[in-house]
């Protein structure tokens, strides 16, 4: 009465042809990324990203590779926290960069480019933002510390 589906070898071969295209889309995406602006945080991504496309596609010539490397991991325990530390790495070198978008750096070079002629009033008319986007930000940080003190993390503030 039941049948036993018969394995479809033509879906996985093309389910295969899927994430190779994926991956080879997303390796040529990151190396369009380190070509236009180079960091080292691109530069890890792409040689990290290639090195597991070519684990992942020759997976069975490396064999006695990955058995070596998962002994090793397994005697030395060194591997994991190697990882996290070059996790950390890269983590603060990413965040280490200029605050240029919240505090409209850009825009007002820009601006102070296209009119030359009026460059003291863009510049007080871009410190008057700043001052006017820190002044919200210390007044919102007032009434969260209020509420965590009385308690009332959930009320909302229209």
Known sequence: MFLKPIPNT????????????LMLTAISV???DV????????I????VSTFGMSA???????EGLFKIITKFSHSYK?????LTLWGAFLLLEALASPAHGQFFQSAETWMTAQ?????????LSFNVLRGLFILYLG??????????????DWVRFV
Do not use: K
């Open 10 to 21: 033509d879906s996985h071969q093309r389910n295969h042809a899927r994430t190779n295209g």
């Open 44 to 47: 890890t991504t792409l040689t």
């Open 78 to 82: 060194i591997t994991s926290s190697a």
């Open 115 to 123: 009119f030359t002629g009026a460059e003291e009033a863009i510049t």
């Open 139 to 152: 007044i919102s940080l007032v009434r969260v510390i209020q509420a965590a003190r009385q308690d009332e």
């Open 35 to 42: 070509v236009i602006n180079p960091s080292l945080v691109g």
């Open 30 to 32: 990151t190396v369009i």
């Open 56 to 62: 992942i596609f020759f997976r069975r010539e490396l």
